[in-house]
Nanobody, 124 residues
Framework: VQLQASGGGSVQAGGSLRLSCGDS????????VGWFRQAPGKEREFVAV????????YYDDSVKGRFTISRDNAKNTVNLQMNSLKPEDTAVYYC??????????????????WGQGTLVTVSS
């Protein structure tokens, strides 16, 4: 699995961005995929996840109602639509693939593979 995250950029508060996570190895489909983010000086934190199979989605409370994760199996991508962005959303965003159980979806250690990250900067 070779993940590639893209779509980051700089926006003003209230704006939107759409991140995409693709797998050049084309073995994505068997894994649950999550988005995490890491701000300078902070630990990597959970943002959202979409399960393989039942396609259930889970979100961190800080992004619930603003971010939407979606999975396109035909295109072998997992997208993160981010609306109503806030300065505190500024971070490097990473996608990870794994088979986490529900109680571990927020733990980076539960994901086997990671992309290189894409920077999101939100200005006030």
């Amino acid at each position: 699995v070779q993940l590639q995250a893209s779509g980051g950029g700089s926006v003003q508060a209230g704006g939107s961005l759409r991140l995409s996570c693709g797998d050049s190895g084309r073995t994505f489909r068997g894994y649950t995929v999550g988005w995490f983010r890491q701000a300078p000086g902070k630990e990597r934190e959970f943002v959202a996840v979409v399960y393989v199979g039942n396609m259930r989605e889970y979100y961190d409370d800080s992004v619930k109602g603003r971010f939407t994760i979606s999975r396109d199996n035909a295109k072998n991508t997992v997208n993160l639509q981010m609306n109503s962005l806030k300065p505190e959303d500024t971070a490097v965003y990473y996608c990870g693939a794994g088979r986490p159980i529900l109680s571990s979806i927020s733990r980076p250690s539960a994901y086997y593979y990671w992309g290189q990250g894409t920077l999101v900067t939100v200005s006030s």
